[in-house]
């Protein structure tokens, strides 16, 4: 077997981590569906790999709770219950306001600078309406937030209850008119984040996230009527 993209890739990355951080990327987004059943050798086949770091990278996604192994089926991504759900979504609701508060007195001209950068991608990507990048940068913009915390069990808590209650579809995919005053939210949050206004930073992290939260729970009730 030939080269494939797989390595041309960043060689400190092994090829198993590699195709998780795809997969995964495809679930977030909603490419895989809840449900959607995950066949080997059709993996192997597009994406030009054996099928040994395909296995390796499916365990470590149902490590993660991303999928499920079922005995004569195989892997199928891992499908939430409503209550599952509402669960996820309130400890999210909690953890990310600790994790702002907290980050308010730590956060760095260097985070800062890097929050702005990406509300400059997010610029652009409202121009070219490209929601799937719009919110992959949301999540980046968020996570610089939470990882300035300095609290890695806290950041990776965040991180694990995201990428289950998101992986059925992006939120700005659901709501896409929410984009723009996202957008202006992150610009404001920069400027409170700068003042280290602490009671103002949670107060518009809570206004974000109850709408994002309310989207996805009406999503999903409609999907599974």
Wanted: with cysteine; glycine share 4%.
């Amino acid at each position: 077997m030939g080269k494939t993209y797989l390595d041309l890739l960043p060689n400190y990355q092994t090829k198993n981590k590699i195709i998780f951080n795809i997969l995964k990327e495809k679930m977030l987004t909603g490419e895989l569906k809840p449900g959607e059943r995950l066949i080997i050798r059709k993996l192997s086949f597009s994406l030009a790999v054996s099928e040994t770091p395909i296995r390796e990278a499916l365990k470590m996604l149902e490590a993660e709770g991303l999928l499920s192994l079922t005995p004569h089926v195989g892997f199928t991504v891992t499908e939430l219950k409503l209550k599952e759900l509402e669960d996820i979504l309130v400890i999210r609701f909690n953890l990310e306001f600790l994790a702002t508060e907290i980050a308010v007195g730590n956060i760095s001209n260097e985070d800062i600078k890097r929050l702005a950068d990406k509300t400059k991608e997010m610029n652009i990507c409202i121009k070219k309406n490209d929601i799937h990048n719009y919110g992959r940068l949301n999540r980046e913009f968020h996570q610089i937030i939470y990882k300035a915390s300095n609290n890695q069990n806290l950041f990776k808590l965040i991180i694990d209850l995201w990428d289950k209650s998101e992986r059925m579809r992006s939120v700005f995919l659901l709501e896409p008119d929410i984009i723009e005053q996202s957008y202006n939210e992150h610009i404001q949050l920069i400027d409170i984040l700068k003042k280290k206004d602490k009671n103002l930073a949670v107060t518009i992290m809570k206004k974000q996230k109850k709408r994002a939260f309310s989207a996805l729970l009406k999503y999903f009730k409609k999907d599974n009527e």
